[in-house]
């Protein structure tokens, strides 16, 4: 397909208004937004966030789950030259005090309440502690704030920003906040062309085109899901079907109602939408493509459960533009299952020794480096201080990942660094044991973990088997031993009703080893 002209992120939209007059961009709780109403909507957004003052280079939060206000508000700030700063809903008190410092936004826009946080209360008390933040608004009426809604349908529409307003293509379009090995997020800035790029390159690893409708359950604030899944469908003219939060059942409906071709997964929600009692065959045959992360074992479960004929296997980061390498759709799954594909293009990827830092050859493992137009330029904020030690001095960033590059170019992830298990002086990569385990016919899920031992560190690994079976130790070990080699075999086999997930599936690894070390020291 041939890529969009355009260089900031309200102009795509303006494009894809002009080119597809009556194509719908979202379809959300019944309802649906063409692009031509999504400029609409976008600019009746600038209009409120200009009359609050907000002008180029000026940030503004959201603290917003999915749903087309998230959108409106985003490119209308785009339209204004504005940065948006997407804040988790599930963030804390504490971590949203946090966020709202390390940002420095103008203006904020949230939903008064997701899950268990009261977010108006918890903005009544914080807010006045910023005296940058000027604005707040809620979704809905709330005691104390204004109603976002109410100022949208009164804005006058912006249609041309004002002199020097207006954003440009290398500036920044997002602030975002990752998760990592440090106590506290740290926080990089993406540009706009850099989003439109490489998120048209991820599309087209996909094969996605105007017709496709593409279910998102994963946040926008997530990279994954705002810098990845939302460009990616609206650089290709394609229809975004956005969940307001995971629930198999209800991604289930909106696959069936609105025929989804693609899907942006992770292993836990593929499995739960799998295992759900409604669950059947027919109801998921409109898939044919997406994204998944996870082992191989992941990928074919997608594909062959789900209905997902293209699945694609992903490897990224945040701090890399999102993905850096995606498989073509079209490759033979087995292909697909075992790799993470090629780099996308204008990315370098290379694997480096642990710890001599000579460039590893083709099939040997170390640690992953990128480089490329799309990777960030480092971090701001509060994070500043991680830069020196996360960039080589010719430019390349440190993953703080294991992989190989095989020898058609293909990257092979392993797993974090901190991760990887030290059993008796060798790596053992916990990923690799957790798809031998999911080629037993009882596994449903497996999570792999190292806990302290007197030679190292022991494997422990938490299954939870498919409905109706109870596989024993024992028969998890001879199932191991009869395709791993003998020091990749667990120590210990737990079997678990479920394992630890965020809302959106992702295993907290950190969870499971704190579990392990917790039955080591009880010595059961």
Known sequence: MKAPYSRTLFELIEEQAESRANGVAVFYNGQSM???????RARMAAGVLRKRGICRGDRVGLLINNRPEWLEIAFGAWLLGAVIAPFSTWSTRQELDYLLNDSAICALVATPSFGREDYAAILRDLAPKFPALHTVMMLGATDGFEDYATAR??????????????ASATDDAMVLYTSGSTSRPKTIALAHYLVIENSFNIGERQGLG???KVLLSPPLFWTYGGVNAMPATFTHGATLVLQGRFDAAEALDLIEAHGCTSIYTLPGMTDAIARHPAFRPERTRSLRTGLTIGSPQDVIKAAQVLGISEICNVYGSSEAGGNCCVTHHDWPLERRANCQG????????????EETGEVQKVGELGLVEVRGPYVMRGYIGASVAHNAATFTADGWYRSGDIGQVGDAGEFVFLGRSTEMIKRAGINVSPAEVEDVLMQHPAVALAGVVGAPSANGETIVAFVVAHAGCSPSPEELAVH????????????????????PSTVTGKLMRR???????RLMAMGT
């Open 210 to 212: 105007p017709t496709d």
């Open 34 to 40: 063409t692009y031509v109403d999504l400029v609409a």
């Open 511 to 517: 969870e499971l080893k704190a579990e392990a070390v």
């Open 153 to 166: 349908d009164a804005a006058e529409p912006v249609q041309t920003p004002a002199p020097g307003d207006g």
């Open 480 to 499: 191991c031993r009869t395709i791993a080699s003998g020091y990749k075999v667990p120590d210990r086999f737990v079997v678990m009703e479920s394992l």
């Open 342 to 353: 090629l780099p996308l293009p204008g990315v370098e990827l290379r694997i480096v020794h």
